[in-house]
């Protein structure tokens, strides 16, 4: 063991760190890469909005809950999670369309993610969660919560309805209910 | 031999003892969350469940077993006594209280808020109460391992602090700015809400204060397996250290970079930007190298082991190492499982990917791979090593401990791989039941049931462990008998001031945290920060 010399082993060490670093240095321009080509971000708008009276402020009211085509032609979900259901329950969104989900919360953590898509994102009372996705498959999508939020946690679940384009047919007023099944 | 064997064993048996009663508590868990009928099949009871086993594995074994190894290796390390054995027993004895109280609280039904709180939700005070004894236990424990370090290195100026000590000291300093997240969380935010003082929490500020402990904590757990790969199992293998320096490096790298990465469990929260995401997942990524360091160094000590065993060629050493050996072969298993979880955890790092698998069955495998397979297994393996010298007689015999760890290590890949695939499928987390009678849910159940079954092995191996360390009668008594932990290669006769001490490192850790943590927590007090109204989990 002896004639395993000290600087021997200095360098050996120095080589294996440059392969470390420059391993590490190529995940992070990989993620790099997807941040600013693609766009692939984690939800970070920090918008607040008082969660005491979050169903009787302006954007989360009963009425305004749902999917509607804005003036601009742009399609917003509005939901509200609470213990322990999503209001509504499902929403109708159209296929290959870039839409956008907005959550809030009027009383604790909650959290959701929608099966075989990318949407995921926790909701956090005080905040609106907003996420911007294309749906690439029609069906009823999962989109249970996925935070502890109380006892009742595990009976918290909604459907995201995508229906091809074609057949997204918003009302006069820009609004697209679920038909009842 | 060290000293204070009764307080040595006295944590020790402590964290063990909670650590079955846990395993028990997960198993029972898997099976409610399966497609089998299971007994007490209620929410409630599932996350009191959860609770308690979080409670017990994160908090109770790990901060236990820390300090009994770390009080053992004060003593053979540095070869005196503890300074002070009866602060010790003081640290000792607030912790248990904390315990009892604890735990006292989730079988009252009363604190079912999992281990990770979720505030504005809230539990009975004596819950954090409770955890909060154990952490002020936890903190004499660090001023006893600070105190110790000081005074050798009064006694022996210019001496290397031994590397085992080290390390105990760097995770100790850790520990204290870990723990500053959390206690501030509690004391400011929980306790004045729980005693009815607030009706209102900040949610954002307390995710954020949380996230400053929860990823340095995990790295807290960890130290013990680290400071085993460096100073315990180059021994065991009949070889040495490669580089005392490099352990030094790497314990001094994950100082720094385990503490101002937390805002990476925050990916998918909205009360942060992406910026401050970007920054902390850039020294996410910082925290892999130690890791990939210590890969590299124990491989080659190991390497150098077996080719002074006779092993021949490219791969002939890794067959000629003593395999038959608990410390080798817990080391062997724990860097296997390392990879995959490591892997695992790159991916979770990676802020565009995480929104895939975030609170996904995909994570609570990741984690379990990384606390039972690598945290955990080692935990067993220091405990088998150690035994000896602290009780005056061998743990059960060596084919038994090796059965123990293999089942281990079996039990913990058959049921971490489902749970990696479910979590893809988007299996999500903290659920007491699923609806398999739903098509897009119902081809999960026999993958779910195969895990439940790696469950029982690993379950079986906890009752075994603690069977292994129980004396017995009959049992011959070794010889008095001290420890010795593993020589470098070129044992340092000097080190660089800034490897025998943490002035420096500790002045890096504040800027750090300035530049990762000052505007995340700053922005909570500009504006009119949103406060939600406290839930109590039993409607109070």
């Known amino acids: 063991m002896s004639e395993a010399d000290e600087r021997a082993i200095v360098r050996s060490e120095i080589r294996w760190a440059v392969v470390a670093i420059a391993a590490v240095s190529v995940i992070m321009l990989a993620v790099i890469f997807a941040a600013i080509a693609m766009h692939i971000n984690p939800p970070s708008n920090v918008e607040r909005i008082n969660p005491q009276d979050l169903h009787l402020s302006a954007e989360f009211t009963e009425a305004n809950l749902g999917t509607k085509v804005e003036a601009n032609g742009q399609i917003t979900a509005r939901i509200v999670a609470t213990q322990f259901a999503f209001v509504p329950r499902c929403v109708v969104l159209p296929a290959d369309r870039p839409v956008t989900l907005r959550f809030s919360s009027p009383d604790v953590i909650h959290g959701l ?51 091809p384009s074609a057949q997204f047919r918003p009302g006069p007023d820009g609004r697209v209910a679920c038909a009842a099944k | ?103 006292a609280a989730i079988l009252s039904g009363q604190a079912s808020v999992l281990y990770t709180f979720y505030p504005p939700m809230t539990a009975t005070p004596w819950f954090y109460v409770g955890l909060v004894l154990v952490v002020v236990g936890s903190w004499i424990w660090v001023a006893v391992m600070l105190v110790a370090m000081a005074r050798f290195k009064r006694a022996n100026p210019g001496a290397p602090v031994p590397l085992a000590m080290y390390a105990t000291v760097a995770n100790a300093i850790m520990w204290l700015w870990t723990t500053a997240g959390v206690s501030a969380e509690i004391l400011f935010q929980i306790l ?100 990939l360091l210590t890969v590299f160094t124990i491989s080659a000590s190991m390497e150098l082991a077996g080719r002074l065993r006779g092993g021949k060629g490219l791969f002939g050493w890794i067959k000629a190492l003593p395999w038959e050996r608990p410390m080798v072969l817990a080391t062997g298993l724990a860097f296997f499982m390392l990879w995959f979880g490591g892997g695992g955890g790159l991916i979770n790092m990676s802020y565009g990917m995480n929104a ?11 984690f379990h791979l990384i606390f039972g397979g690598t945290v955990v297994i080692m935990y ?103 420890y010795s932990f593993a020589l470098a290669v070129h044992p340092p006769q000097r080190v660089p001031a800034a490897l025998n001490g943490f002035t420096v490192w500790n002045v890096l850790v504040a800027i750090l945290m300035l530049v990762a943590y000052g505007f995340p927590i700053l922005q909570f007090f500009i504006g009119n920060s949103p406060q939600a109204v406290i839930h109590p989990l039993t409607g109070g």
Not at chain 1, 124 to 132: D, L, T
Not at chain 2, 59 to 84: C, N, Q, R
């Open chain 2, 380 to 482: 067993f393996a220091i405990a088998y090593e150690i035994w000896p010298s602290l009780t005056g007689r061998a743990p059960l015999s060596v084919a038994t401990q090796r059965l123990q760890l293999w089942l281990w290590a079996i039990g913990m890949m058959v049921m971490t791989l489902p749970w990696h695939y479910l979590g893809l499928q988007g299996q999500w987390r903290r659920v007491a039941s699923f609806n398999y009678a739903d098509p897009r849910i119902g081809p999960w159940g026999p993958l779910v049931i195969v895990s439940l079954a790696g469950g029982v092995l690993l379950l079986v191996s906890a009752v075994m462990f603690v069977m292994n360390l129980l004396p017995r009668r009959a049992q011959v008594r070794l010889p008095e008998q001290g």
């Open chain 2, 1 to 103: 031999m060290p000293q204070n064997r009764r307080l040595i064993l006295a944590h020790l048996w402590v964290a063990f003892s909670v650590f079955v009663l846990a395993a028990a508590l997960g198993v029972w868990q898997m099976w409610v969350r399966s497609p089998l009928a299971a007994p007490q099949d209620t929410p409630a009871r599932y996350y009191q469940s959860v609770t308690g086993h979080g409670v017990s594995m994160a908090y109770v074994l790990t901060t236990f077993f820390i300090m009994g190894f770390g009080y053992f290796t004060a003593e053979t390390a540095l070869k005196t006594p503890l300074p002070s054995a009866r602060w010790a027993w003081a640290g000792f004895w607030t912790a248990l209280a904390g315990v009892a109280m604890t735990v």
């Open chain 2, 192 to 291: 004045p809400a729980v005693f009815g003082w607030t009706q209102t929490i900040d949610v954002g500020l307390s995710r954020t204060l949380f996230s400053w402990t929860l990823h340095a904590i995990v790295y807290f757990w960890l130290f013990p397996a680290y400071i085993a790969f460096y100073t315990m199992a180059p021994r065991a293998a009949g070889g040495r250290l490669y580089s005392d320096t490099m352990g030094r490096l790497s314990f001094v790298l994950f100082l720094l970079y385990s503490l101002p990465v937390g805002m990476h469990h925050l990916f998918m929260d909205p009360e942060h930007s992406t910026g401050f995401k970007f920054i902390q997942m850039s020294l996410t990524a910082l925290v892999s190298i130690p890791t």
């Open chain 2, 356 to 366: 895939m698998v975030h609170n996904t069955a995909w994570v609570t495998a990741h």
């Open chain 1, 113 to 163: 993610l929608v099966s075989g898509t990318n949407v995921n994102t926790m909701v956090v009372p005080g905040y609106v969660s907003q996420v911007h996705t294309v749906l690439r498959k029609t069906g009823d999508l999962l989109m249970p919560c996925h935070e502890y939020c109380g006892l009742g946690h595990s009976e918290m679940s909604g459907t995201i309805r995508v229906v």
